[in-house]
């Protein structure tokens, strides 16, 4: 006797009088037939609480999580299919990935058993399903003599010879000792069989590193001769700056010396545009291991970004080791069916997920030093806050009733400004958080509560009549009645739930501060002023124009904007295209033609510190699809980072974007 099913979607949007439908087709694939049976699924899309469903009940629902049952007394034979459909979604589905990407049956027994899921069908859609890094070709001529993403502000070289074998490095002094120690690391663990660096035994191209004052704190300069090279820098990311830029030289000369050469004269002198040129990385999503961390750093080493945000904690999981509260890495580091967060974004019904302790984050943090990178926690709060909600109920109001919805579809998801264990819940955190993180920054997110936010908690009603009377309370009380049960909008500025969030960001950020951190936040983070604009930035991330307004009032800013920077938005409309699409779409030419400085005005400028892509994960369960969106996109942003836009060429970046390394080695086939 076997048990085995196989789930399909599929998904057609209204037309011609035609509701919408997400359709859903189990087939008894085993030998036995089942009855009293319920199917969980979920994925990126969200079937919404109002929803109808044909020939089916929806039992629960939180968020992409769903559980239904089929029509009373229905036994499901061997080789026989039940369908059932959906008139109603949180957003219609754009592309593929979008839908149920894993399922489950929930036996009469109890017994839950996985389900194979095959790929969302969109009507009229029959195209291949791309997964993998688009290939971009190296062509027998390229704008440039040299590979070097990003590129440099003056290539001065000449002369050509036959790539070195590799580099003899010669550091003299302590900061070059340690570059060379990073390059050397990072180009065995990138390109573990070129060899890029070897000792004079192997005939390696002789390469000092010098020490010399004077020159910008990321600059460097390169000296070509026959008889080798000479790499200065003031510091040791300026000397190890040079030496990744002598190592893209190099591979792009020996992989490809009709196209690229390695010069034996001139030089090469370059400084960033940007002093921040960040990466952020979503793992509360989907879990990535402390490998896979390491490895994403190494990349962005090698593509000449700075800054790692690690967005620790969502409403769908917490993964950072807090020794005060251990329920939050017992708890809400896992999900799965019968668990306090159940499966979500394709994870599954067994227990799934993760976390860090101190130990392997002591080891990243460490190795993103080596490689010149700083990193920057986020722990997402106010809002975002459900899984640790349910692994610590106590920083609830006792008294709050009712249910408020968040836009992704969690219920009563936030921190409650007006509840005193909250705050001794979060000093706990950023102390143990600052203690981890040399680099003196906590992240507290800020972003998307929900406008209806506390609006059954007496103490929050309390709160908020204090700080802006009785009118402003009942303004409040009616939100929930209006909002409650629904999907909520976002709080907006000068709303009561913005009042409220400025109050507890204004608190949280006092004692940052206090502990001689900086705060960043996204940019709801400003709303009240609730920041002090000398002891944080903010990043812009709804669309372009956000980032100039907060520069104009006095923010320091990272533009991020979702349109062109969130590298989880598809590469195209075509349903074909793997990812997200709330911001539109972003090719990888659009993304690299995007300016940040465009619309920022002279004093404005002043406050532009850099910019920053951001990697959510809610369609990433396919590592596949993680290589399909991040690259090359992620080159093009590290490339508007570092080079000036009088410097930058798309011909150029295309022609030599081939060479740079990606995560998990999926390329399309296309």
């Not at 070195?164 to 000792?177: H, I, S, V």
């Not at 809610?618 to 993680?626: K, L, P, Q, V, Y």
Request: proline content about 7%.
């Amino acid at each position: 006797m076997t048990i085995a099913f196989v789930l399909r979607t599929s998904w057609s949007p209204a037309a011609d009088g035609e509701p919408l439908g997400y359709g859903l087709e189990l087939t008894n694939t085993g030998t036995s037939p089942v009855a009293n049976f319920q199917l969980g699924f979920s994925g990126p899309a969200r079937i919404d609480p109002t929803a109808t469903l044909e020939n089916g009940a929806l039992l629960k629902r939180l968020s992409n999580h769903t559980l239904i049952g089929p029509p009373e007394g229905l036994v499901l034979q061997p080789g026989e299919t039940w369908v059932a459909t959906a008139r109603g979604l949180s957003y219609g589905l754009r592309h593929w990935s979008d839908g149920a990407n894993a399922a489950y049956v929930v036996l009469e027994d109890g017994t839950a058993v996985a389900v194979t899921t095959a790929p969302t069908q969109g009507k009229g859609h029959n195209s291949p399903l791309l997964k993998g890094a688009a290939r971009f070709a190296v062509p027998a001529r390229s704008p440039a003599r040299h590979a070097i993403i990003p590129w440099p502000r003056r290539v001065a070289t000449t002369g050509s010879r036959i790539a070195p074998t590799g580099f003899d490095l010669k550091p003299q002094g302590e900061a070059a000792n340690r570059a060379a120690a990073a390059f050397a690391g990072l180009v065995h663990d990138l390109f573990p069989v070129e060899a890029i660096v070897r000792p004079a035994s192997e005939a390696g191209l002789p390469v000092r590193l010098v020490e010399q004052p004077g020159m910008a704190a990321e600059a460097y300069r390169i000296e070509f001769a026959e008889a080798g090279a000479i790499v200065a820098a003031t510091t040791r990311h300026g000397l190890f700056y040079g030496l990744v830029t002598l190592g893209q030289m190099l591979r792009g000369a020996r992989l490809h010396p009709g196209t690229f050469s390695f010069p034996t004269g001139g030089t090469i002198t370059d400084e960033p545009g940007f002093a921040f040129r960040g990466s952020h990385l979503d793992v509360a999503r989907q879990f990535y291991t402390g490998a896979e961390v390491s490895q994403f750093l190494k990349i962005l080493a090698w593509n000449k970004m700075n800054k790692f945000h690690w967005h620790l904690t969502e409403d769908e999981a917490w993964r950072i080791e807090i020794d005060a509260y251990p329920a939050l890495t017992e708890v809400a580091a896992w999900r799965g069916h019968g668990l306090a967060v159940p499966p979500l974004l394709g994870s599954g019904p067994q227990p799934t997920g993760g976390y860090y302790s101190k130990p392997v984050i002591r080891q990243i943090v460490a190795l993103a030093d080596s490689l010149g990178i700083a990193v920057i926690p986020e722990v997402d709060m106010p809002g975002h806050f459900y899984a640790a909600l349910q692994a610590l109920p106590e920083l609830r109001d006792p008294s709050e009733t009712g249910q408020y919805q968040s836009v992704q579809g969690f219920p009563n998801n936030s921190l409650n400004p007006a509840h005193e264990p909250v705050y001794w819940f979060v000093e706990a955190v950023v102390d143990e958080v600052l203690e981890l993180f040399p680099a003196g920054i906590f992240h507290i997110g800020a972003d998307e509560v929900p406008l209806a936010a506390w609006s059954g908690s007496p103490l929050a009603l309390d709160m908020l009549e204090q700080l802006a009377g009785s009118e402003m309370r009942q303004k409040h009380e009616a939100q929930f009645n209006q909002l409650g049960n629904h999907h909520g909008a976002d709080e907006i500025e000068g709303s009561p739930t913005a009042i409220l969030q400025a109050e507890f960001i204004k608190r949280v950020h006092a004692y940052i501060t206090k502990k001689g951190a900086l705060t960043g936040g996204w940019e709801e983070a400003a709303h009240g002023d609730a920041v002090t604009k000398e002891h944080s930035y903010v990043i812009g991330w709804r669309n372009v124009e956000v980032n100039a307004e907060l520069a104009e009032r006095g923010f320091d800013i990272v533009v991020s904007p979702g349109q062109r920077y969130y590298l989880d938005m598809a590469n195209g409309v075509s349903w074909a295209e793997p990812g997200a699409g709330w911001a539109g779409w972003s090719g990888p030419r659009e993304t690299y033609e995007f300016e940040a400085r465009e619309g920022f005005s002279p004093e404005a400028l002043k406050h532009l510190l850099g910019i920053q892509s951001c990697i959510w994960s809610e369609s990433m369960t396919d590592r596949a699809i993680f290589d399909r969106l991040v690259f090359p996109r992620l080159s093009a942003v590290a490339e508007a980072g570092w080079t000036l836009p009088e410097h930058k060429s798309w011909e150029r970046f295309a022609s030599m974007v081939g060479l740079m390394p990606i995560m998990y080695g999926h390329w399309a086939s296309e």
